[in-house]
């Protein structure tokens, strides 16, 4: 524990990052922005500068504030799609497959670097120049992939070995890259460089810009210099829920994460229990609101209110139906500031852009974020997500930041966590450590150490898959908490995805 600051990540690495930043004197969003630079290597499957994600950040007399900076859909430069979707099986274990789609036409408007200067111009207080050290460095000489890495690039393998410059950065040897072999990419560490000397423009525009549109709409994308010029990080007011006492702050519309934790929170509270069974019928019934109508309205004014409406969370308790890949960190200094960032690069596109450092994303072939189907976003708009870096306050002060990867199980692994947390008294490592539990399409996955009468209850209703081990499938949950009354300030890193905690 630390009174000076905290960072939870990935990797160690990644949160090392930080932290040495807040020994220097940085506050949390400095912290936050060195630790995201670094894991766009050691953690180079699940970020990057292809990427996109959002930042939730609060200080002691400042309003919570939501940035985000996720992928937009492209078509402004009027390219015609003229490629499929390469549909990619990714296999977590011998029983549970989920199908990815990659390939040019998988490629949105990536927003990374757009909104961490965004982020650290408004609530940093150093400049980019003096947070990029760690990140250049572990770009340039490379660090050993750890077995949680590992893991990822084996199961993407498909993806990462797809095209001739995915296959000389993941690949250089002839195979994918294994535990403990150096991961390097030079070219990243000369794209850090020229992002904190030109800022945004060595990405949205000019030499940059121009070579991603050629490489991914000479492959059958959409990609264009027009989208790329076009992209802006955006400012949004949180969604918030209030639980146990405590109030929940996280990603609002146009995403769905956060909208469907705050849902699935508020049933727990008019439930009056959070046990195995309770959890698992609030993800029943999130499931099931999501589906009426939900992906068509979540942008429309006034959603957010009418969705987490008492009356609305009324008619889902009296229903008969109640029972991918991204990496996150949170930083919290001494003065209370606390980050709390998501970032995502799907599973990656393949389109590694030569000279570029840049790996694009495959957003518009996740078919969680296209409901409606794919390809149907506006040119310019948001894709939606179910990323949800929130924040957890008591009487106004920031007492935890947290998020999740994982997908789908975002909001699984937030939700639990956040019990925990709040009704369950766990501390930090606890809450993440604990075994969790994922519903989707009728089928109620769990972690071995779940109650076993609870699931031969839920069993009852549909099927279980018991896992025989814990497995990154169920998310990656990064948390820093505060002590109000002394101060202290505490971390806990996910083990599923090789998280870590690094104190100032």
Not at 222 to 234: E, F, K, P, Q, T
Request: hydrophobic share 45%; with cysteine.
């Amino acid at each position: 524990m630390s009174s000076r600051g905290v960072v939870a990540a990935g990797h160690p690495l990644t949160a090392e990052s930080g932290a040495e930043v807040l020994r220097e004197g940085g506050n949390a969003v400095d912290a936050a922005v060195a630790a995201a630079l670094a894991s766009f290597s050691v953690e180079s499957a699940l970020t990057g500068l292809g990427a996109g994600g959002f930042m939730i950040g609060k200080g002691p007399g400042r309003p919570a504030t939501l940035i985000d900076f996720f992928v937009a859909a492209p078509g402004l430069g009027g390219h015609e799609l003229g490629a499929e979707l390469q549909p990619v099986p990714v296999h977590f274990d011998s029983r549970t497959t989920q199908v990815f789609n990659a390939g040019a036409a998988s490629c949105a408007v990536p927003g990374t670097a757009a909104g961490l200067l965004f982020a650290l111009e408004k609530f940093g207080s150093a400049p980019l120049a003096d947070l990029i050290g760690p990140g250049v460095e572990l770009a340039r000489e490379g660090a050993p992939l750890n077995r949680q890495q590992a893991y990822v690039l084996r199961i993407l393998e498909p993806i990462y070995t797809a095209t001739p410059t995915a296959r000389e950065v993941y690949a250089p040897e002839g195979h994918i890259l294994g535990e403990g072999e150096v991961f390097r990419y030079p070219d990243l560490a000369l794209a850090i460089e020229r992002l904190a000397a030109e800022g945004s423009d060595s990405i949205y525009a000019g030499e940059v810009a121009a070579a991603l549109e050629e490489y991914v709409c000479s492959r059958g994308g959409r990609l264009s210099r027009a989208d790329l010029a076009g992209y802006r990080a955006i400012e949004r007011e949180p969604v918030a829920a209030g639980f146990c006492g405590y109030e929940l702050l996280s990603n609002p519309p146009p995403s769905a994460g956060g909208l469907l934790i705050a849902y699935s929170l508020a049933l727990l509270e008019r439930m009056g229990r959070s046990d195995t069974v309770e959890i698992a019928k609030a993800m029943a019934a999130a499931n099931l609101a999501r589906r009426q109508g939900f992906s068509e309205a979540l942008g429309s004014d006034g959603f957010a209110t009418e969705f987490l409406d008492e009356a609305a969370i009324a008619r889902a308790m009296d229903s008969d139906d109640l029972l991918g890949s991204t990496t996150h960190l949170a930083a919290m200094d001494s003065d209370g500031l606390c980050a709390s960032v998501t970032c995502s690069n799907g599973t990656g596109s393949g389109m590694v852009v030569p000279g570029t450092g840049v790996h694009l994303n495959n957003m518009l072939g996740e078919e969680d974020l296209n409901p409606r189907g794919f390809h149907m976003s506006a040119p310019g708009s948001r894709i939606s997500s179910m990323m949800a870096p929130t924040l957890l306050l008591r009487g106004g002060e920031v007492v935890a930041g947290l998020g999740s990867a994982g997908s789908n199980r975002i909001r699984s692994a937030v939700l639990q966590t956040t019990v925990n947390l709040l009704s369950r008294g766990m501390d930090a490592q606890e809450a993440v450590d604990a075994p969790r539990i994922h519903l989707e399409a009728g089928v109620l996955q769990a972690e071995p150490g779940i109650d076993p009468a609870a699931l031969d209850l839920l069993e009852s209703g549909g099927e279980v898959v018991r896992w025989s081990e814990r497995n990154l499938f169920f998310g990656g949950v990064q948390v820093v908490i505060r002590n109000p009354a002394t101060g202290r300030l505490a971390g806990g890193g996910d083990p599923r995805r090789g998280g870590s905690v690094a104190y100032a």
